[in-house]
């Protein structure tokens, strides 16, 4: 790799964030905080069985109530669909507690509510079916007449037609089996499908203008996506415009945003107003989308020096009542297991099943982190068969530059990234790997009843450079530019990275650029920050406009400085010089006159690159309560190059939340086998850690030459909470000294795992 | 004596036929009652502050007081708006976060441009609420150790995980207000 000029204006430098002024003030415009001119506000009643037929409806009453606009049912709703199966936006059936049974368009939200409770609805209660195992069983309920088992056909998606990997299937697993010095077989789960919860309640505003224009005002990350997803249901005839703002949070889950979108839609077009729909906490806590549900039933073949030679077995993918992207969650995820394990015999088969609960579908990690959740502890009961060092198996597996991998699309890559070891070594220097690793099932230290366990999880995925990104750069003839991108900010930064980077193609300061807000009128194709795509991809795009409008400016002005070859020149601060005699120089102003200079930039999908993160954790299990205190987290990556350090360090520390690490200590979204109802719908009973208990975290951040873009730098943020909960489950394992196999790892789990019983301190008795 | 009045007899709003409350600095005569500019009984302080007033900085998430995203103070101390009626807040002076800005110079307070220069935030969702939650605190203790600010943000929902950079940004003032 030639090596990089580190002469870098802006790339890698802290800078504040180009919104930081706004955030701080209170001044950021979230989408509840704009306005709007005869605003109405929707309402959406849900289903209280989960699983039923809506045999009368009763909407009378509710109508005539003063400042009610529209109440919509399946008897009058537009014929949307979306989805896999195709589900109806509203429809006869409902299948989970939570599901759309009307849509309330009204005045204000009191006289909204107030409406919900007058619709009397009779219903026709099915038995209906929560575990993913018993929804596949022969004459289980069934959620949809045409799919028999509940089982979803794998390999496509109804949007983009694409064809996504169903499997893993490579090699001879008998062969692998054969060389293999150890093989185990067992199962391990992560199925306690948590929620990602942004701050910020997913919601969408919508302005139908008959007969057939649509514009919403949506809070996610991902606007084109958004009209991507919604054109098919809606129909080609319709004209969708989508204006993106800030994003109060999303991890992925508010790409997931049609519903929501669609029920604000449709008021609208009933109403003729512009209607404002906003989950509360409840609804985004009981019908927004979870983490898709893991079991994985394996056999596992390892050779003494860690060679993983074969891998085989099934993985059951709960997706709740529908899906949406679980397709291709289990595409990435199976991709994302070959780049962690380097093994020659795979026989992997996954299905997805259908149950009465509320679906799953985007959030970080996205497949990936839920088959790594139940392939890294399989993985470990084989070392520890074998008496291996996990840093050392996982280091040594994880993909190298010649290797390569089946991705998301079952086409083979050849990988032509880096070898991440040095910083896995780095991490473990960091962390005292060598000298708190006491091998299999034992204690770090023990002091009474408090028991330390150390573990390690790996995670890597090459969505990095997954679809599409384009951007305009125009400099205008006031030397001032403007990048011209569907980008809004979620909170990476990403925006402000764009910036950066055009201002460090054309030498130019800050505050001569500005962006676009990412609103589909106006902007280019942007897929949006996904996978941690926006380095690469995203920033691959600004920076090929940068140097698009760069040249054609250079074009302009080559004459004027006796030249015909525009690589002569060079730029800075407005003013281009030639690179042979300085003094020979022009102002943009001066070039452009009354003329607008546009650079396109376009970024088309590779996979071949991978990023990587170590997470190194050491927790304190108290043998008395079952309680594990998280100790000390080191995250260890390689992104090439930094752009943006407070942004970076912030996106590992996101490593914690969103569904990430805390999913395997306390965070679940508990269901009620019995009723189908959630049973922590709110953010005192879904628990999330708070600012008094801060483990230490410690990013360790490697800066080798990438061969992604000029500034040979890839994201790494979407994977951050993904190494993490495999490695409390080991660490907790070898603190109590044995293997625990669900997460949460919860107090009651530990101590039933220790087999002390829980039931004489439960309730009292006289 | 109408249907509403009685409604707050034995109370201190008995007769009453409006509120007050001082908002940054500014002093709001709000009537009770239904319709555009009033105060309902029922409206919360977050519902009055953004949309009675226009004053949509305060962020409201989970609306019943488990998140801290609504983080106002009143008299002195952080309150969460959303589990507040706004007629229980009569004759109450409160700071938003549009509040905090030299009002006279525009500079921000060095809590807000510490946050920037530490950039102490992802979304920016949970953002006012935790300057705010931190504003109180450093009123009240204008040197706060790390574990006393990590105490006072503990009911500041942050799902990005920005709590290690906030809690920095608030030490970088601590001690300053001596």
Redesign the interface.
């Known amino acids: 790799m030639k090596s990089v000029a580190e002469n870098y204006r802006y790339i890698g430098k ?1 800078m ?2 180009m ?3 706004e ?8 989408l ?2 704009l306005k709007f001119h005869n605003l109405l506000i929707g309402k959406v009643l849900r289903s209280p069985h989960p699983h039923a037929m809506i045999k009368r409806i009763d909407t009378s009453k509710a109508e005539q109530l003063k400042g009610v606009k529209a109440i919509i049912t399946h008897e009058t709703a537009p014929d949307w669909k979306g989805g896999l199966p195709p589900i109806r936006l509203l429809d006869r059936k409902v299948r989970y507690v939570g599901d759309v049974v009307a849509l309330i368009a009204a005045e204000t939200e ?1 006289i909204a509510d107030q409406a919900k409770r007058l619709i009397n609805v009779e219903y026709e209660i099915l038995p209906a079916v929560f575990d993913d195992y018993e929804a596949m069983k022969p004459g289980a309920i069934q959620l949809y007449d045409d799919l028999p088992g509940n089982i979803l056909p794998l390999g496509s998606d109804e949007i983009s037609g694409a064809t996504w990997a169903t499997e893993i299937v490579t090699g001879d697993v008998e062969k692998g089996f054969a060389e293999a010095d150890a093989i185990i077989e067992g199962g391990f789960a992560y199925d306690n499908i948590p929620n ?6 997913p919601a969408a505003v919508a302005l139908w203008e008959e007969p057939d224009k649509v514009t919403l005002w949506v809070s996610n990350h991902k606007v084109w996506n958004n009209k991507r997803l919604l054109s098919p249901i809606f129909g080609d005839k319709v004209q969708i415009r989508i204006i993106g703002g ?6 992925g889950a508010k790409a997931m945003s049609w519903q929501v979108q669609c029920y604000a839609a449709a008021l609208s077009k009933a109403t003729g107003q512009p209607v404002k729909v906003i989950f ?2 409840e609804e985004q806590l009981g019908c927004f989308i979870l983490r898709p549900a893991t079991r994985l039933n394996a056999k596992v073949g390892m050779q003494k020096d860690g060679t993983v030679t074969a891998v085989a077995g099934s993985w059951l993918v709960g997706t709740g009542y529908y899906s949406r992207t679980t397709q291709i969650q289990i595409a990435v995820g199976c991709g994302e297991a070959m780049i962690a394990v380097r093994c020659n015999n795979w026989n992997v088969k996954p299905s997805i099943v259908c149950t009465n609960r509320n679906a799953s579908g985007i959030v970080r990690g996205f497949g990936g982190q839920e088959l790594k959740c139940a392939l890294i502890p399989l993985l470990s009961l084989a070392m520890e068969k074998l008496s291996l060092d996990p840093f050392e198996v996982l280091k040594k597996n994880f993909v190298k530059p010649g290797d390569g991998y089946f991705w998301r699309n079952a086409a083979w890559y050849n990988y032509r990234g880096i070898d991440y070891s040095r910083a896995m070594d780095e991490g473990a220097k960091t962390f005292g790997w060598k000298e708190k690793w006491k091998g299999w099932l034992k204690p770090t230290a023990v002091e009474g009843t408090k028991h330390i366990g150390v573990g390690v999880g790996v995670h890597g995925n090459a969505d990095v450079g997954e679809d599409m990104s384009e951007a305009y750069v125009r400099i205008d003839n006031d030397g001032r530019v403007v990048v011209i991108s569907g980008l809004t ?5 990403q925006r402000s990275n764009v910036v950066k980077a055009v201002a460090e193609v054309l030498q130019l300061p800050l505050e001569f650029i500005s962006i676009t807000p990412g609103d589909t009128l106006v902007t280019p194709v942007e897929w949006g920050p996904a996978g941690s795509r926006g380095t690469y991809a995203i920033l691959g795009a600004a920076i090929s406009a940068a140097d698009d409008a760069k040249k054609k400016l250079f074009q302009l002005a080559a004459p004027m400085l006796g030249t015909d070859n525009f690589e002569d020149l060079e730029t800075a601060d407005g003013i281009i010089w030639l690179k042979s005699d300085p003094e020979k120089r022009i102002d943009w102003k001066k070039v452009l006159k009354f003329r607008t200079v546009i650079g396109h930039g376009r970024f088309d999908e590779d996979f071949s690159l991978s990023n990587c993160m170590m997470s190194f954790v050491e927790l304190q299990v108290d043998t008395e309560t079952g309680k594990i205190d998280l100790l000390r987290v080191v995250n260890a990556t390689d992104v090439g190059k930094v752009i943006d350090p ?2 970076l ?3 590992l ?6 569904a990430g690490i805390d999913s395997a200590i306390f965070e679940e979204t508990i269901l009620d086998p019995t009723t189908g109802c959630i049973l922590n719908t ?3 009973d879904y628990k ?5 208990e ?1 483990p230490v ?1 410690e990013n360790v951040v490697l800066e080798t030459p990438i061969d992604s873009h000029r500034f040979h730098a890839l994201g790494i943020g979407e994977i951050s909470t993904s190494p993490g909960p495999s490695a409390v489950l080991m660490a907790a394992s070898n603190a109590i000294g044995q293997w625990l196999h669900e997460y949460p790892v919860t107090p009651e789990r530990v101590l039933k795992t220790l087999g002390k019983s829980m039931e004489k301190k439960q309730g009292g008795s006289l | 004596m109408t249907r509403q009045e009685k409604k707050f007899s034995g109370s201190a709003l008995e007769g009453k036929h409006h509120i007050n409350l001082t908002v940054n600095g500014q002093l709001y005569e709000l009537a009770i009652g239904t319709g555009a500019g009033k105060v309902n009984p029922s409206d919360t302080l977050s519902f009055t502050l953004r949309e009675t007033l226009g004053l949509t900085g305060t962020k409201v998430s989970c609306d019943s007081g488990a998140c801290g995203g609504c983080t106002v103070i009143m008299d002195g101390r952080a309150v969460l708006s959303c589990m507040l009626l706004s007629i229980e807040c009569d004759e109450k002076e409160i700071t938003t976060i549009e509040g905090l800005k030299n009002p006279k110079t525009g500079e921000l307070d060095p809590l807000q441009q510490s946050f920037i220069d530490h950039t102490a935030f992802q979304c920016g969702f949970c953002t006012p609420g935790m300057i705010m939650s931190s504003k109180a605190l450093l009123n009240d203790n204008p040197s706060p150790t790390e574990e006393e600010v990590k105490e006072a943000l503990s009911g500041n929902f942050c799902r990005c995980i920005s709590h290690y950079q906030i809690v920095r940004a608030v030490m970088a003032v601590s001690g300053k207000g001596k």
């Open positions: 802290a504040p964030r919104d930081g002024q955030i701080v003030t209170g001044k950021t415009a979230f509840d905080d009191r990602p919860i942004s701050i910020e309640s800030a994003c109060g949070g999303s991890y509360s906490k900010e979620h909170g990476t930064g407070h942004g360090e912030g996106q520390n996101g490593c914690l939340g969103s709110n953010l005192i999330w850690r708070t600012s008094a801060l975290i």
